[in-house]
Antibody, heavy 115, light 112 residues
C-alpha cells in the first residue's frame, strides 16, 4: 500500500525556521515526483512545488519561489519543505502528494505561526 | 498561470439525486503528448484531498462508478449519478498540464 506519512503539527514564532517532512512507503520512492500543497484556514488548495527524488530536480510555483525550500533524502524516502524565517501568513495546513496525478496524499502537517 | 473556474461554488443536493460540477480552464489543457491532464479531487472536512478522476475521465482505484468525468479542451464536468451521504465535502478540479499546477476554487457539496 502506497503511504505518505507527514511529520506532526508545529507551533512556531515569526522569524523562526522550520522543516517538515513527508516519508513515503509501499512503492519505489525514487521514481515518483513528490509535491507540496498549501491550504490556508478555510481556503482552497495551492500547489507550491514538486521534487523528483531520483535526481532532486525541483520546480517551484513562482508564487512560492524564494519563500520555501523543497528537498529530499532518497536514502530514507523522505521529502522536506522548509522555511528559514516564518511569517504569520505561513500558518496553514501543508500536504505532500505523490506525482502530478496526486494519487496519494499525506495526512497533512498543520503549521501555526504566532507570537 | 492556468486559471480554473468551477461552477457552482455550492451545491445542495438531495440524497439519491444526481449532481454535476463544471470546471472551465483559461486555456486548453491538452498537453504536447495529446493527453489532457485534468484531475478531480474530493476533500471531506478535516481530511486530506483524495483523487477521484485523472486525465479527465479515468476513475482512480476504489472510486465508485457513480462518479464520472468528461470534457475536452477547456471545459470539464464531474458528475455524480446518485449522491450518497459520504459524498459531502469540497470538490476540486486540478490541472497538471502546465506548471505551476493549479486548482479550481472548490465546490461545496451538501445534502439538502
Amino acid at each position: 500500500e502506497v503511504q505518505l506519512v507527514q511529520s506532526g503539527a508545529e507551533v512556531k514564532k515569526p522569524g523562526e525556521s522550520l522543516k517538515i517532512s513527508c516519508q513515503g512507503s509501499g512503492y519505489n520512492f525514487t521514481n515518483y515526483w513528490i509535491g507540496w500543497v498549501r491550504q490556508m484556514p478555510g481556503k482552497g488548495l495551492e500547489y507550491m512545488g514538486i521534487i523528483y527524488p531520483g535526481d532532486s530536480d525541483t520546480r517551484y510555483n513562482p508564487s512560492f519561489q524564494g519563500q520555501v525550500t523543497i528537498s529530499v533524502d532518497k536514502s530514507i524516502a523522505t521529502a522536506y519543505l522548509q522555511w528559514s524565517s516564518l511569517k504569520a501568513s505561513d500558518s496553514a495546513m501543508y500536504y505532500c502528494a505523490r506525482r502530478a496525478r496526486v494519487d496519494s496524499w499525506g495526512q497533512g502537517t498543520l503549521v501555526t505561526v504566532s507570537s | 498561470d492556468v486559471v480554473l473556474t468551477q461552477t457552482p461554488l455550492s451545491s445542495p443536493v438531495t440524497l439519491g439525486q444526481p449532481a454535476s460540477i463544471s470546471c472551465r480552464s483559461s486555456q486548453s489543457l491538452v498537453y504536447s503528448d495529446g493527453n489532457t491532464y485534468l484531475n478531480w479531487l474530493h476533500q471531506r472536512p478535516g481530511q486530506p484531498p483524495r483523487l477521484l478522476i485523472y486525465k479527465v475521465s479515468n476513475r482512480f482505484s476504489g472510486v465508485p462508478d457513480r462518479f464520472s468525468g468528461s470534457g475536452a479542451g477547456t471545459d470539464f464536468t464531474l458528475k455524480i449519478s446518485r449522491v450518497e451521504a459520504e459524498d459531502v465535502g469540497v470538490y476540486y478540479c486540478m490541472q497538471v498540464t502546465q506548471f505551476p499546477y493549479t486548482f479550481g476554487q472548490g465546490t461545496k457539496l451538501e445534502i439538502k
